[in-house]
């Protein structure tokens, strides 16, 4: 089987918070006593903007324990150029309870379970000890779902956030914007991995940038202080920006979750995409 975006059929099935109706469902949420009025005010900024922003949820022990964890990888991998370095703190939670903890912390866990509708399970972790400085793009084309955007992730900040030292960025209300494809970017159907990856890294990039551009649309940083977290609509267009200090840090542990009950894949990969069973919920 193909697993293609172009490959599944359009359905009507989406997150209630994409739905046109949304604000007025949060409102009769409210009104009946289902949701409190901060749930209500970050479900509705979720829906218009495309993220939420929450207080101090991963306790300051944990986030520190974490930082232990990841300073001890990169001790033993500094040494390496940087697009290499950064694979070896993919998935780290299999050397890394505290990171465990963390994406599976009861309030996190409720939260995405509010936003998407759904309940939602751990998929994949990335443990940054210094910013990306990736360039803009969407979750979507790498991590799909059938009915679409039942995927969101979490940024934790292990450490306050400075503004020089790369911080997060998020286009708001770029959630909004069409859906970019493999196939619109020119990947063929049946493309290597290293044939996809040049093409994506080639194209995909401008082609996000020209297109939030022309919508009138500009990121912003996401200044977040330890233990608070950032959460994302699966095609929220963001990225982070340059480091400004040499020698800066940016700890922080972003984690991708899936709802529980659709279907899995990765347009850009094509290929199906299964749940670690190290990562699934109690």
Request: proline share 6%.
């Amino acid at each position: 089987m193909s697993y293609r975006r172009e490959d599944y059929p359009e359905v009507e099935s989406v997150p209630w918070l994409d739905r046109p109706d949304a604000l007025q469902c949060i409102d009769e949420r409210f009104n009946a006593g289902e949701i409190t009025a901060e749930q209500a005010e970050v479900c509705r900024h979720f829906h218009l903007e495309g993220y939420a922003t929450l207080g101090r949820v991963v306790p300051t022990e944990t986030c520190e324990e974490i930082n232990t964890d990841v300073q001890r990888v990169f001790d033993q991998w500094k040494h390496l150029p940087f697009q290499e370095l950064r694979f070896k703190f993919q998935d780290m939670y299999h050397e890394s309870p505290a990171s465990v903890r963390a994406l599976k912390h009861p309030d996190l866990l409720a939260w995405l379970d509010l936003l998407l509708g759904r309940r939602m399970i751990p998929f994949q972790t990335l443990n940054m000890p210094i910013s990306s400085q990736q360039g803009a793009h969407s979750d979507a084309i790498l991590m799909s779902t059938q009915p679409p955007n039942f995927m969101s992730a979490a940024w934790i900040a292990l450490e306050d956030v400075q503004k020089d030292a790369g911080p997060v960025a998020v286009v708001p209300r770029s959630h909004r914007l069409p859906y970019i494809s493999a196939k619109d970017i020119g990947i063929p159907r049946g493309a290597s991995d290293e044939e996809a990856g040049v093409i994506y890294d080639e194209k995909y990039y401008d082609f996000m940038s020209e297109r939030f551009q022309k919508a009138g649309l500009s990121p912003v940083p996401y200044l977040g202080k330890q233990g608070e977290v950032l959460i994302w609509h699966s095609n929220l267009v963001h990225g982070a920006y340059h480091c400004e200090r040499e020698g800066t840090t940016r700890n922080s542990l972003i984690v991708h979750y899936f709802a529980e009950g659709v279907e899995t894949y990765s347009d850009l990969w094509e290929r199906k995409l299964e749940f670690p069973d190290a990562l699934a919920r109690d």
